[in-house]
């Protein structure tokens, strides 16, 4: 468990290494960018952070990505005038620095209950997220019993499960696919993708001014938050839009598979196959006429 305390102590430090790293840039009109600013700002996008930043590579990581914000509200002070302006910040001074911690929080935490309202919506509008958790709780019991199935089908099924098989994907790939379908998550409000934003900051290796913009201001899609993202984060977005306790299941399950697994994609996808073949409509009942099948 992360100590909390020390975590935010090391964020400051980070903050101010960044800063002093940071060169005085030609275009810099925004003179309230002080250092407690961007201290301020940066507590709020390493609040749920998952790294020790107490470990080097970790901290190096988050003065890189401190140094790219200053450089982006120096070297683009219409992008910070931007950021002030959706907050409605209207102080100076220790007066901005409170204001932006409190409107900052608060659009945070509205983001956070619009996605809570919002996930089951998710879950529902894609039922494949379902059944692959379905399926994967229950990963050894359905490779066996598929397995010994196909000596008992007719040629037609046999060749319609060896093609799914020769088009195979990865599991990350596969659940990337599916989110990408979402109406839902297409049209997320501008809090929701922030408050996404903020979750899965430390996840991001490297990525442009163009793509901090508009993950601060909300304006960046959902498809390309997810498109940026490195493969093993996939369980992270799980957890985040999908509602208790379906999002910590699946995106154990998740874990526990491996994203790069391609054996857990044929499964679901044969699983699916037979469900539409014998005319049923959940696992549960596909598993009971496939063992009264053998």
């Excluded at 600013?37 to 609040?47: E, F, R, S």
């Excluded at 204001?99 to 608060?106: P, T, W």
């Excluded at 000596?151 to 319609?160: A, D, F, I």
């Excluded at 909300?218 to 984060?233: D, I, K, Y």
């Amino acid at each position: 468990m992360l100590d909390r305390i020390v975590q935010q102590h090391m964020v400051r430090i980070a903050c101010q290494v960044a800063y002093d790293q940071s060169p005085n840039l030609k275009r810099a009109t925004s003179s309230d960018l002080t250092i407690e600013v961007v201290q301020v700002i940066a507590k709020h996008l390493t609040n749920n952070s998952r790294q020790d930043f107490t470990q080097r590579k970790a901290f190096m990581s988050l003065v890189k990505k401190v140094k790219q914000i200053i450089k982006l509200f120096k070297k683009a002070p219409e992008a910070w005038g931007k950021f002030k302006e959706m907050l409605g910040l209207t102080s100076s001074g220790l007066g901005l620095i409170k204001e932006i911690d409190k409107k900052l929080g608060d659009l945070l935490e509205e983001g956070k209950k619009k996605l809570a309202s919002t996930s089951k919506k998710i879950l529902n509008e894609l039922p494949m997220l379902r059944l692959v958790g379905e399926v994967l709780e229950e990963q050894s019991r359905w490779e066996g019993l598929i397995q010994r199935y196909k000596n008992y089908v007719p040629e037609s099924v046999r060749s319609g499960l060896a093609k799914i098989e020769r088009g195979t994907a990865k599991l990350g790939d596969f659940l990337d696919s599916i989110l990408a379908k979402s109406r839902i998550l297409k049209a997320l409000s501008a809090p929701i993708k922030i408050y996404l934003f903020f979750q899965i900051w430390d996840w991001f290796a490297d990525f442009d001014l163009r793509i901090v913009t508009a993950g601060l201001l909300g304006t960046l899609s959902f498809s390309a938050l997810v498109g940026m993202l490195p493969a093993e984060s996939i369980e992270v977005i799980l957890e985040l839009i999908l509602p208790p306790p379906a999002n910590g299941a699946l995106a154990k399950l998740v874990v526990e598979v491996g994203i790069a697994s391609t054996m857990a994609v044929v499964l679901v996808l044969e699983v699916k196959y037979l469900m539409s073949i014998n005319k049923v409509n959940t696992p549960k009942d596909l598993f009971s006429i496939l063992e009264a099948t053998i």
